[in-house]
Each structure stands twice: as structure tokens, then as C-alpha cells.
């Protein structure tokens, strides 16, 4: 005969029990974690994690989950656990949300460090509606009587084609990595700026081509790079990746695009690229087939391919030449329809500063990429040597800009770039001491990612005020005061999430 367990019985060991195996959908497959959860009277299940977690991203892009939660007795006879079945859904509600965190916070280290610390805005908070829970006690179940089923029909709600359309485009941003698009951008807005104070003009419409051809391609790279580090497994064996820095944007890892999905994007937005690169060779000059030919091949080859240019360890190079001076002097060739040195010299230093912004993403890459035999500069050298390239790229990154100016190529105003002085200096000391700690080395990619946009900006400023010359200094001090604020600041923000990890590490041990 049958026997039915009551709600109170079956949330009683919910409760009792403070870990459940969360299963998510990773396209073809099933990814399981372990993780902290609290229910409340109805059987919402509510999860809280760090922001961008992965599996918060996996279970709200695919919403249906499924929790175990098990419960081991004095013999395997009494054993119980508990099984449910619904949909993953982030907590908006702000009176909700507090009430999810203080109860999630009873059983995680995490949460009840972050939410005492006053860090609870770094938390994602995850609520699950049941559609079916099933009580199941080991004894019971080979004496052949059925588990104990609780359904939930009114939470069974069918996904409409729109929401279907909005996740799909929140995975190709992810897949963009848009945020740090900026590496395309800043070598533009230079060149740009550089032409401007040549020739007193900028020509618009060809400027914003010029731009959407440079973010196109980067968009491509990003993209087929996950594709070829997919298909050489990189990414799959990479255990040491730090989010969002290294280790790939984890789309198709996550089951959030498919490889082919990935492939055919990538190949689209390289051929857009091209066409608009055409159209600019046509109009402004032939410069612009050379300049583009590089970059597309760099682009499609970088992790991959005919070339694999990261496995032959000129990965750092070619994206340094690409993401600084080639980019800058196409920007200025296509208004200028000229050649300079200027755009050249002012560029090395933004060339320098992108090499480093990848070569230090590197560093937690290194077990991944050492075992599939991408042999990029930081596994041929070793985490311990490497450091001293990096040292020397930073300190380049000076050096370029005074030898610029003392040589008289560029003008006196580029030495604003050198504001960033003790950004490099910062993350020069963490990249010394943590190397070959992956967790204790984000400071230093975060201070390298935030050196590249600001000295990019600040140099750029500098030819806009020689664009605008004394009338336009008043704009050129209001713009300064905003780009130190915004280095200050993310400084200020960086060195705070360290000592929220730093307490956190204290606090979890």
C-alpha cells in the first residue's frame, strides 16, 4: 500500500538538508553543482551566487532545473531524498530579494559574509518555481510503493517565441564579450583625433564606417576564438579561468550557443567587416585592402586554422599591431587619405598596452593551454619568467610616449598618458607577487584592462586639444577632469573588490 509523506514532512527535510545538486542544461549535455539553497512554505527554491556566476548564467538562459537533495539515514534503508522539477528565474523584487539572501545566508558562507559585509549587491539571487517535487524514501521505494508527488500545474508556463528571442540575443552578447570592445574603439577614436588636428575636419560618415569595420572584426575574433578553443578542447580543460578575464566567454561550454552557431557568426561578422573594408579602399584609398587583409587573417587565425598564431606564440604580437598601430593609421588614412608617423608613434604605446591586457589574461590560462599545446609567450616562458615581459611591456608603454615627445613626433600635450604611471606600477606589483595564483591575480587584469581604456583616452584627449587648440581648452580641462575621475575610481573599485575577496577567502575557510 502506498504511503503519502505530508508537505510538512517533505519541507522538513528541505530544511534539515543545506546543499542540493543543482542540474542544468548545457546543450547536448547536463552540468550538476552542488550549491546552497533555502525553500520557502510553497517549495521556492531560492539559490544565490556571485554575480556572472556561470551556473546562474546556464539556469537563467535555460531556465529548467532540476535539485536533488539527499538525505543519508543510519542504513541505506532510510535514506530519503527529495526531488524537484521547475523553472530558474532571477529575484527582481527588492523586498523578496532580502528576504531570499537572509534565508540563503542561514546556510552559505558566502552569502552570509557578502550580506553582513554590506556586499550583498555582488550576489545574484536565483528563485526557483517548482512544477513538480517528488519525496522518495530508499525502504519504501524497493518495497515497490511509488514516491510521494507533489505537482505544481500553475507554475508550468510555456517560454513564447519573444523570450526565446531575448535569451538568444543575451548569448551573443555574452559571446561579443562586449565590454571589452573598447580595444577596437580607442585606435579609431585616436586616429581619428590625430587627423582632426592635422586637418582641422573630420569626415563623419566615414569615420563611423572606419569604426563599425574595426568592432566587427574584433566581434568575429572574440567569436571564432571560442569556436577553435572549443574544438581543441582549451576551453573545456581550462579549470583556472577568472571570469570575465581569461578562459573564453563559455557559450558554447555553457550550451548557450552551438559550436556551428558560433562558427557561422563569426564568419558573418568578418564578412561584413570586409565589404565595409572594400567600400573604404574604393573611396578612400588602397591602404585600407592591406591594413584590413592583416587584420582578417590575424583575426581568423588567432586560436586556429591554417595558422593558429597563438600556438606558434605571435598571438601577443599580431593583437598588439592589429588592436593599436594598424587600427590607428587606417582611422587616420581613411580621413587623411595620407601616410604619417604620427599616427604610428602615438599608437605604439595603445599597441603595447593591448599585448599586455592579453598577456596577463594569459596567466590563469596556463595549465589549459600548456596540456592542448597552445603555446602562447606565457607557456614558452613559464609564469615565473613571464612576469618580467610583462614588466618590460609596461614600462614600454612610458618609454614610448617620452621618446615620442622628446624626438619631436609627438606633442608635448601626449604626456597626459603618463597619469596612468601608477595603475602599471599597482599592477605591476600584483602580477610579481601572484603570478601563479589565479584568484589573487585579478587586480592585475583589471588594472591592465582599465590602463589600456584610460592612457588610450588620454592620449586621444591630447590630439583633441591640439585639434581645438587655446579656444577649446576650457573642454579639453572638463574631459580631463572626467577621464582622471574615471582612472581614480576604478581604481578605487578594484582595490575594494580585492578586499571583498580577500575577506571572503578569510571567511569561507
Not at 14 to 36: D, F, N, Q, W, Y
Not at 98 to 109: D, G, I, N, V, Y
Not at 357 to 385: C, H, S, W
Request: aromatic share 10%; proline share 4%.
Amino acid at each position: 500500500m502506498s504511503q503519502q509523506h505530508s508537505r510538512e514532512e517533505i519541507l522538513a527535510l528541505m530544511e534539515k538538508v543545506p546543499v542540493a545538486a543543482v542540474a542544468t542544461s548545457a546543450g547536448e549535455s547536463l552540468r550538476i553543482r552542488m550549491m546552497h539553497h533555502a525553500a520557502d512554505e510553497n517549495f521556492n527554491i531560492y539559490l544565490a551566487t556571485i554575480k556572472g556566476d556561470p551556473k546562474t548564467v546556464q539556469m537563467t538562459h535555460h531556465p529548467s532545473i532540476s535539485l536533488l537533495i539527499h538525505q543519508s539515514g543510519a542504513d541505506i534503508n532510510q535514506s530519503a531524498e527529495v526531488e524537484i522539477t521547475g523553472k530558474a528565474l532571477f529575484v527582481r523584487e527588492q523586498k523578496e530579494r532580502e528576504l531570499a539572501l537572509q534565508m540563503t545566508a542561514k546556510r552559505s558562507p558566502v552569502v552570509k559574509y557578502l550580506t553582513e559585509s554590506g556586499n550583498g549587491g555582488m550576489l545574484d539571487c536565483v528563485k526557483v518555481v517548482p512544477d513538480t517535487v517528488k519525496y522518495r524514501i530508499f525502504s519504501e521505494i524497493v518495497q515497490g510503493n511509488p514516491p510521494t508527488v507533489i505537482e505544481f500545474p500553475q507554475n508550468r508556463q510555456v517560454v513564447s517565441d519573444w523570450q526565446l528571442v531575448k535569451m538568444k540575443l543575451k548569448n551573443w552578447v555574452m559571446a561579443l564579450r562586449a565590454p571589452f570592445l573598447t580595444a577596437s574603439i580607442v585606435p579609431v577614436l585616436l586616429g581619428a583625433a590625430i587627423a582632426w588636428s592635422a586637418t582641422g575636419a573630420v569626415h563623419w560618415g566615414f569615420f563611423l564606417l572606419t569604426l563599425l569595420a574595426g568592432v566587427l572584426i574584433h566581434m568575429g575574433t572574440n567569436v571564432i576564438n571560442d569556436y577553435f578553443d572549443h574544438k581543441s578542447r582549451n576551453d573545456e580543460v581550462n579549470q583556472e579561468f577568472v571570469r570575465p578575464f581569461s578562459g573564453g566567454s563559455r557559450v558554447i561550454q555553457l550550451g548557450l550557443l552551438t559550436p556551428l552557431e558560433a562558427l557561422t557568426g563569426s564568419l558573418f561578422f568578418f564578412l561584413l567587416s570586409a565589404l565595409i573594408g572594400f567600400y573604404l579602399a574604393w573611396t578612400r584609398g588602397p591602404l585600407i585592402l592591406v591594413l584590413g587583409a592583416i587584420g582578417l587573417v590575424s583575426g581568423v587565425f588567432y586560436t586556429g586554422g591554417l595558422f593558429n598564431w597563438a600556438k606558434r606564440g605571435v598571438g601577443e604580437l599580431l593583437v598588439g599591431l592589429n588592436f593599436g598601430i594598424l587600427m590607428t593609421l587606417g582611422a587616420y588614412y581613411v580621413q587623411t587619405r595620407s601616410f604619417s608617423w604620427v599616427p604610428v608613434a602615438a599608437a605604439i604605446p595603445v599597441s603595447l598596452l593591448i599585448a599586455a591586457v592579453l598577456y596577463i589574461n594569459e596567466f590563469p590560462d596556463y595549465m589549459a593551454d600548456k596540456q592542448v599545446g597552445k603555446k602562447t609567450l606565457v607557456v614558452r616562458l613559464g609564469r615565473e619568467k613571464a612576469v618580467i615581459l610583462y614588466i618590460l611591456i609596461m614600462l614600454g608603454v612610458y618609454l614610448s610616449i617620452a621618446v615620442g615627445v622628446a624626438s619631436g613626433v609627438l606633442p608635448l600635450a601626449t604626456l597626459l598618458g603618463l597619469i596612468t604611471l601608477p595603475l602599471a606600477s599597482r599592477g605591476i606589483q600584483y602580477a610579481r607577487k601572484y603570478h601563479s595564483a589565479s584568484f589573487d591575480l585579478v587586480p592585475a587584469n583589471a588594472l591592465t584592462v582599465t590602463n589600456h581604456l584610460a592612457t588610450s583616452l588620454l592620449l586621444t584627449l591630447s590630439f583633441i586639444w591640439e585639434a581645438l587648440g587655446v579656444s577649446g581648452l576650457a573642454y579639453v580641462i572638463i574631459l580631463g577632469v572626467v577621464f582622471i575621475g574615471f582612472v581614480i575610481w576604478m581604481y578605487r573599485y578594484i582595490e575594494r573588490q580585492k578586499n571583498i575577496f580577500l575577506g571572503l577567502k578569510q571567511a569561507v575557510r
